[in-house]
């Protein structure tokens, strides 16, 4: 069937897309083969990553009392 989402500019896309989590993007990737293809750009993963990273660092900052 036919979603008005599609008809978005990739670009748009990717800007909504990129405010979501790891776990809805994953779910999202099934809805269709050119969601798939959104979902699993590179450009959504690495800040995902990246503030994965940050966070674990903070957690073990703030857990072993050293200063930010």
């Known amino acids: 069937g036919y979603c008005w989402f599609d008809a978005l500019p990739v670009e748009i896309m990717f800007k909504i897309f990129g405010y979501l989590k ?33 966070e674990k660092t903070v957690v073990f900052v703030v857990a072993f009392g050293y200063d930010l």
């Not at 994953?26 to 959104?38: D, F, G, H, K, P």
């Open 22 to 54: 790891a776990n809805t993007l994953w779910r999202l990737s099934s809805v269709s083969r050119y969601w798939r293809e959104i979902c699993g750009d590179p450009c959504l993963w690495v800040p995902l990553q990246l503030a994965i990273k940050v």
